[in-house]
C-alpha cells in the first residue's frame, strides 16, 4: 500500500500513534484516581510520543434519548467492591460528572497539547456496565437493536455540533459509530452492514469534513460497510487468553463450587480466593455474561504464578502468534487498498491482561509490540496504538523511554526487525 492509494484531510497528521483512555478518562477520575487531573494526563501522552487518543464519547451520557444534554449524572465500579486486578475496569468509584463539559474540556487541552481524538462508544459491549443510576442504564439499553447504529449516529451529530461550535472538531482523528459492533449487542450479518452503512452515511453528509470509520475485530471484510473511509480493524493475538478462558472458567470439568478440581485453576487460583457464586452475584449488573466469569477469574489470579504460565504459553505460541499477527497486518492492508482508505490498528496486542502482570511490559512480553509496529510500518498503515491498551491506569504507561521509542518508530517509519 503506498501514499497514493489513499488522501487525508491537509490538517490531520501523516501518522497516528494513538493511546486509549478507553471508558476511564470518565469513571477513574476521582481523587487520587488516574484521570483526575486530566491535564497533567494529556501532558502525558505527549511525553510518551502519542498524538492521538482513542476515547470512549459517552454519548448518551453527554445526552438523554430525546437528545438534550443530560448534565452531571453518577459512575460507579463495575462490580461493587472488586476492582483490583483487571487492567481496564478497575475503578473505585466514579463520581459525578457533566460528560458534555468534561468532553468539551478533553477537545480544548487536545486542541491546547496537539493531542488528536478518535471518538468512539462501547456503550452497547462495556462501558453502560460503570453508569451507576440504573435507570439511565435501562434507557440506553433499552433503544432496540436495530435502531442502535442511527441513535448512536445522532448522538455523535450532536455531541459534533457542540464541539464546532466551540472551533474544537478540527483535533477530531475520526469517529467510530461504535467499538466492535461485531461483538457487541447489535443485530449481526447482512443487516448490520445495511444498517452500519445507513448510520455512517447520515454522519458524512452532516459532518463531510470528519472522516468516519468502522472498527471491527473478526478481519472478515465482507462485514465492515463500504462506505467507512478508514479501515480500522483490531488485531489481538488471542492465542493465550482465549485458551486461558477455555481452560479453566469454560472447561467442562470447570464446578464453581469447587474450582480448583480444574487443574490449571488449582495452579492459578490465590489463597484464599473469592467464591464463584459471591463475586458473580456482585457482578449481576454487568452486562456482557461471560465478563462475569472473566472478572472472577482475573480477580483471584495469582499473579507471580498467572506470570509464570503466560510466560510458558508464550514460549509454545511464539511462532504462531507472529504468523497470525503477520496474516492479519498483510490481508487487512490489501483490503484497505482495494478500498483506497488508509488502514488502522487502533487496539492490539495479546489481549485484556490482569492489572498487576508484568508480562507485557518487560521481555518477552513487549516482543509481539515492537513486531506489531514492525507490520504497520511494513504495510504503510495510518494510525497503530503499540501495546494492548495504554493510559495512565496501565503498567506500561510509566515506562516513558520505550513509549517514546516505539511510537517515533512507526512515526518515522523505522522498521526494527524484519517482518
Not at 494529556?42 to 438523554?64: H, I, Q, S
Not at 483490583?84 to 486542541?111: F, Q, W, Y
Not at 475485530?217 to 487468553?241: E, K, L
Not at 458473580?280 to 454487568?286: G, L, Q, R, S, T
Amino acid at each position: 500500500m503506498n501514499n497514493q492509494l489513499y488522501s487525508l484531510p491537509s490538517h490531520l497528521p501523516k501518522k497516528l500513534s494513538i493511546g486509549m483512555f478507553l471508558w476511564n478518562w470518565i469513571a477513574m477520575a476521582t481523587p487520587g484516581e488516574p484521570y483526575y487531573d486530566l491535564e497533567s494526563v494529556m501532558v502525558g501522552l505527549r511525553e510518551r510520543g502519542f498524538n492521538t487518543v482513542r476515547v470512549e464519547a459517552g454519548l448518551n451520557w453527554c445526552f438523554d434519548l430525546a437528545g438534550q444534554p443530560r448534565g452531571e449524572m453518577e459512575f460507579g465500579p463495575w462490580i461493587p467492591g472488586y476492582r483490583d486486578n483487571l487492567t481496564s475496569a478497575n475503578s473505585i468509584g466514579g463520581g459525578r460528572h457533566d460528560v458534555l463539559k468534561r468532553m468539551i474540556c478533553l477537545m480544548e487541552l487536545a486542541k491546547k497539547y496537539g493531542i488528536y481524538v478518535v471518538l468512539t462508544s462501547w456503550e452497547y459491549q462495556d462501558s453502560t456496565w460503570l453508569v451507576a443510576d440504573h435507570a439511565i442504564r435501562a434507557e440506553v439499553m433499552g433503544v432496540p437493536e436495530s435502531q442502535r447504529f442511527m441513535h448512536l449516529a445522532r448522538q455523535h451529530d450532536r455531541l459534533l455540533g457542540c464541539l464546532k461550535e466551540r472551533n474544537l472538531h478540527r483535533n477530531i482523528a475520526y469517529i467510530e459509530v461504535h467499538n466492535e459492533p461485531d461483538y457487541s449487542l447489535f443485530p449481526q450479518g447482512a443487516e448490520a452492514k445495511t444498517l452500519h452503512e445507513e448510520a455512517i452515511a447520515f454522519l458524512r453528509e452532516r459532518h463531510p469534513d470528519i472522516l468516519v470509520s468502522g472498527d471491527y475485530s473478526a478481519h472478515n471484510p465482507a462485514t465492515v460497510p463500504d462506505n467507512v473511509q478508514v479501515y480500522d480493524q483490531h488485531t489481538y493475538t488471542y492465542g493465550m487468553y482465549f485458551p486461558l478462558y477455555a481452560q479453566t472458567i469454560g472447561s467442562p470439568d470447570f464446578d464453581p463450587a469447587n474450582p480448583r478440581k480444574n487443574a490449571l485453576l488449582n495452579r492459578l487460583l490465590k489463597e484464599p480466593f473469592v467464591s464463584y457464586d459471591r463475586f458473580v452475584k456482585a457482578a449481576e449488573n454487568v452486562g456482557t455474561v461471560p465478563w462475569r466469569a472473566r472478572g472472577w477469574l482475573y480477580y483471584n489470579l495469582n499473579i507471580k504464578a498467572f506470570d509464570e504460565w503466560i510466560l510458558e504459553q508464550y514460549k509454545q505460541e511464539k511462532a504462531a502468534l507472529e504468523t497470525a499477527a503477520a496474516g492479519f497486518f498483510a490481508g487487512d492492508a490489501k483490503e484497505a487498498a482495494r478500498r483506497h482508505i488508509p488502514a488502522v490498528c487502533d487496539e492490539g496486542g495479546y489481549f485484556c491482561p490482569p492489572l498487576e502482570s508484568r508480562f507485557e511490559v518487560t521481555l518477552p512480553g513487549t516482543s509481539m509490540f515492537e513486531l506489531q509496529v514492525d507490520l504497520a510500518i511494513k504495510h504503510n498503515y495510518w494510525g497503530m496504538m503499540p501495546t494492548t491498551y495504554c493510559g495512565p491506569e496501565h503498567p506500561i504507561w510509566q515506562d516513558v523511554e520505550w513509549l517514546r521509542t516505539i511510537n517515533n518508530r512507526f512515526q518515522t517509519g523505522i522498521i526494527r526487525t524484519e517482518t
